[in-house]
């Protein structure tokens, strides 16, 4: 059952991307002293809102994205509604240079682009730069992906799925993407080369389906902390508690938050011993043979990396790296959906999936947890409107573009040709929002394998 806090989570992070995605087209057009009639934070019939001015700032009923209203500009009519007809002509969208019109819709995904950037820029300003492990091998599970690969403690992965000195943010992605796909990479052991292949183990937790690596890197004795307990769990009924740092398990020492889960899941169906601190103590914990679906005892387990002071120059570069490998594993997911690697189904999340997603997160990190998916909704959000697809900005873009291109051999396109482009473009995307929707709900009441959203559905 939906949780208060997710719900607001949802309507909070999904409607602050869209806001600042439209406030970046409005504040351009005013900026070019371009009428703006409507600034809307949904689409369709008009739920609430007030007038300033000479613009509507509304919120309509359909909740999957935004639009801003420039006066004169009909080309989205059929989403935004018909425009007034005594606008000045000096502002009028449509009579604006070209390279006007450009900027105003660009604007939109570049303002989403630079809330993903500020979020991490700001955060390491304030708190540090976490400080990752290197890829040297800690820990392998046995009988694990790893395991079968060749993989030992002690090697250190010099080249991973075809990229040099990789960094475990890196390779623990390209395993997460690809469940049961053998991966090449290239580890060093005893001052020589070996070329291994990997095969990431797939693991379905919530209907969801990632690839696991079974192995760990070596974290430096870096603080094992539970974040989460499930209520009603084994965790819970064992006594395990949010807060708690792991210290051992089953008598072995732990050195990281996958080497418990790895445990956990190769001793499925028997009691654990773990050793934990709490509140400077050492507890003993014993649970019994029982678990949830998949194995799992009931928690969420992190590792406590140690955060970095961070100047201008390495807050920035911290964010600027947080943001592209973003963008790389969005790609290489859709690579993977075009490849035939991979459905569109377990790709794309429309409102239902962002919302399972949103109030995890929150209700397991609190305000860390909200600005993360912030960040990551933005830029999704972002990247995906400049695609070149009618009633979409990159749509807009293009056909700005073209017309650019035909005026300098005396050519343009025609009203109707541009209504009709329109038109796709709009049936292209109320096709994809009722594809995410039924999607999102066939995930919720027939889960099968999936993984976490890579790409989201867009605001114009």
Do not use: C
Request: hydrophobic fraction near 45%.
């Amino acid at each position: 059952m939906p949780s208060l806090i997710g719900v607001l989570a949802f309507i909070l992070i999904l409607g602050a991307a869209v806001i600042l995605h439209e406030f970046g087209h409005f504040i351009v057009a005013k900026l070019l002293k371009i009428r703006v009639e409507t600034f809307s934070v949904g689409f369709g019939p008009r739920l609430l809102g007030k007038r300033w001015g000479q613009t509507d700032y509304r919120l309509s009923a359909i909740p999957l994205g935004g639009y801003v209203k420039l006066g004169g500009d009909e080309s989205n009519a059929p989403l935004e509604g018909a425009g007034a007809s005594d606008i000045p002509p000096e502002e009028m969208f449509n009579l604006r240079p070209r390279y006007q019109r450009i900027l105003v819709a660009l604007a939109g995904p570049v303002m989403n682009v630079l809330t993903a950037f500020t979020i991490p820029f700001v955060a390491a300003l304030m708190f540090g730069v976490p400080n990752t492990p290197a890829p040297v091998v800690s820990f392998v599970v046995k009988q694990g992906a790893a395991e079968v690969a060749g993989l030992r403690a002690g090697d250190r992965i010099v080249q991973f799925n075809g990229v040099e000195n990789p960094k475990w943010d890196s390779i623990y992605g390209d395993g997460l993407l690809s469940p049961d796909q053998e991966l090449p990479l290239v580890i060093e052991r005893n001052g020589q080369r070996l070329a291994l292949n990997i095969k990431p183990t797939p693991r379905t937790e919530n209907g969801e389906t990632a690839g696991t690596l079974d192995f760990v890197p070596d974290n430096g004795g870096v603080p094992i902390v539970i974040h989460e307990v499930t209520r009603d769990s084994p965790a819970a009924a064992a006594g395990l508690q949010a807060g708690d740092r792991v210290v051992a398990l089953g008598g072995q020492q732990v050195r990281s938050a996958a080497q418990v889960t790895g445990y956990i899941r190769e001793h499925n169906n028997q009691p654990l011993q773990l050793t934990v601190e709490r509140g400077g103590k050492t507890v003993e914990i014993n649970t019994d043979s029982r678990r949830l679906a998949n194995g799992v005892l009931g928690i969420s387990i992190g590792d406590e990396f140690p955060l970095q002071k961070a100047g201008i120059g390495g807050a920035a570069s911290y964010a600027y790296r947080s943001n592209v490998e973003i963008i790389k594993l969005t790609g290489k997911a859709l690579g993977q959906v075009f490849s035939g690697k991979r459905s569109v189904r377990n790709t794309l999340s429309g409102p239902i999936g962002i919302y399972k997603v949103a109030s995890t997160q929150v209700e397991r990190l609190g305000w860390d947890g909200f600005f993360q998916m912030l960040g990551f909704l933005s830029l999704n959000l972002g990247v995906f409107n400049l695609l070149p697809i009618p009633v979409l900005d990159g749509g807009a873009i293009f056909l700005l573009l073209i017309e650019g291109a035909l005026a300098v051999i005396g050519l343009s396109l025609s009203t109707p040709i541009r209504e009709r482009i329109q038109q796709v473009g709009f049936v292209m995307v109320i096709l994809l929002m009722v594809f995410v929707i039924s999607n999102d709900l066939l995930k919720t009441f027939s889960p099968e394998p999936d993984s976490k959203p890579a790409a989201t559905t867009p605001a114009k």
